[in-house]
């Protein structure tokens, strides 16, 4: 079964459930609100659709025919390119069941097989262990710590360098 869906903005209301968690934002850059509400989720959404298809890979994550959370690949600037940012998160009730693992993996797989991008990466921070496994459970390879990389909840964390290269895959 396929996770990764194009965004509707009929996915605005369960996205919001999603992610107004505390235990996600936890996780997350900051700048995002709390509580964050339907027309956050609406007004992302938007954006997504209106996004620069070359430079933008976001999808909403689908189970059992509802939007349990966000999936992206954001390529960056000058000499990185080909290189893109992944991000995700899915409701806390789908957390362990492999349902990230498998959307991560699909990404992947459509980035690579539908634009130039040569180079994944991700930045989760270093007590996100969760989110290294399904990193690592997707060949993505730990490069180093980025040590006192962030300011997150009021203390300096460290955050890890994962990234997949572009192999020869069949698309």
Known sequence: ?????????????????????????????????????????????????????????????????????????????????RTAELGYYIAEEYWGKGITTQAVNEVCEYVFCNSDIIRIFAEPLAYNFASQRVLEKNGFCLEGTLKSNAYKNGRVVDMKMYAKIKTAISC
């Open 1 to 81: 079964m396929k996770l990764i869906s194009q965004w509707k903005i009929e996915y605005a209301k369960e996205l919001a459930e999603a992610l107004n968690n505390k235990k996600i934002l936890n996780n997350l850059r900051d700048g995002l609100p709390y509580p964050y509400t339907e027309q956050d989720a609406e007004e992302f959404i938007v954006a997504m659709l209106n996004s620069n298809k070359n430079d933008v890979f976001s999808f909403a994550i689908v189970y059992g025919g509802k939007c349990i959370g966000s999936i992206g690949v954001f390529r960056q600037s000058n000499i990185h390119c």
